[in-house]
C-alpha cells in the first residue's frame, strides 16, 4: 500500500511560533506538494519539490518556508506562525509524470 | 491562481439520482485528473482523461474532456449515500505544478 504521512493530525501553536510540517512518503516519488485548503477556497498551493533540495513557490508561499533534505521528505516551516495560517495542510506525492497524486490525511492546525 | 473551476459549488440529489460536476480550466493540459475527498480527510484519485482522450469510464464514473472549451464535466450515475463528498478536478501547470479547483460539495439524500 503506498503511503504519504503527515506528522500531525491536529496540531495547536501559539502566534509567533515556528512551526514544523512534515511529511514522508514511501513511494520514491519525485514530486511533493503542500496545500492549505479553507473553507470555500479549495485547495491553494503553497510550495513544491520536484527534487531532493529543489523547490518552487506555489500560489500562496507569503509566510511559509519548504525543506526537502531527502527525497523521502516535505517539511513545511511556517516561521512566526499566525492567526490567518489556521487551516488545514494537505501533503501529496506524485512520480515523475503529474498524474496520479498520493495525499496524506491532513494536518488541522490551529493558531491560537 | 486557480487554474479548475468547478461548477456548482454544491449539489443535493436523492440517492439513486445521478450527479454531474463540471470543472473549467484556464491553459493547456495534457491531464485532467478528478478526485474525492471525504470531511476532513485526504485527497483520493478518482479518474484522469487526457488531452486527447474525450471520454472515459469507471464503474459508476464517467469523464467527459472538451479542449475547446476548456471543460470537463464528472458524471456520477445511480448515486449512493456514499458518494457524499467534495468532489475536485486538478489539472499540471508547467511540467509539475499540480492545482486544484474550489471542488463541489456533493450532498446524497437518502
Known amino acids: 500500500d503506498v503511503k504519504v504521512t503527515q506528522s500531525s493530525r491536529y496540531l495547536v501553536k501559539r502566534t509567533g511560533e515556528k512551526v514544523f510540517l512534515e511529511c514522508v512518503q514511501d513511494?520514491?516519488?519525485?514530486?511533493m506538494f503542500w496545500y492549505r485548503q479553507d473553507p470555500g477556497l479549495g485547495l491553494r498551493l503553497i510550495y513544491f519539490s520536484y527534487d531532493v533540495k529543489m523547490k518552487e513557490k506555489g500560489d500562496i508561499p507569503e509566510g511559509y518556508s519548504v525543506s526537502r533534505e531527502k527525497k523521502e521528505r516535505f517539511s513545511l516551516i511556517l516561521e512566526s506562525a499566525s492567526t490567518n495560517q489556521t487551516s488545514m495542510y494537505l501533503c501529496?506525492?506524485?512520480?515523475?509524470?503529474?498524474?496520479?497524486?498520493?495525499f496524506g490525511q491532513g494536518t488541522r492546525l490551529t493558531v491560537v | 491562481s486557480q487554474q479548475g473551476e468547478e461548477d456548482p459549488q454544491a449539489l443535493s440529489i436523492q440517492e439513486g439520482e445521478n450527479a454531474t460536476m463540471n470543472c473549467s480550466y484556464k491553459t493547456s493540459i495534457n491531464n485532467l485528473q478528478w478526485y474525492r475527498q471525504n470531511s476532513g480527510r485526504g485527497l483520493v484519485h478518482l479518474i484522469l482523461?487526457?488531452?486527447?482522450?474525450r471520454e472515459k469510464h469507471s464503474g459508476r464514473l464517467r469523464v467527459t474532456l472538451d479542449t475547446s472549451k476548456k471543460s470537463s464535466s464528472l458524471l456520477i450515475t445511480a448515486s449512493r449515500a456514499a458518494d457524499t463528498a467534495s468532489y475536485f478536478c486538478a489539472t499540471v501547470q508547467g511540467a509539475q505544478k499540480l492545482v486544484f479547483g474550489q471542488g463541489t460539495r456533493l450532498t446524497i439524500n437518502p
Open positions: 482523461i487526457r488531452s486527447n482522450e
Open positions: 513511494m520514491d516519488h519525485e514530486n
Open positions: 501529496a506525492s506524485v512520480g515523475t509524470v503529474v498524474t496520479e497524486a498520493f
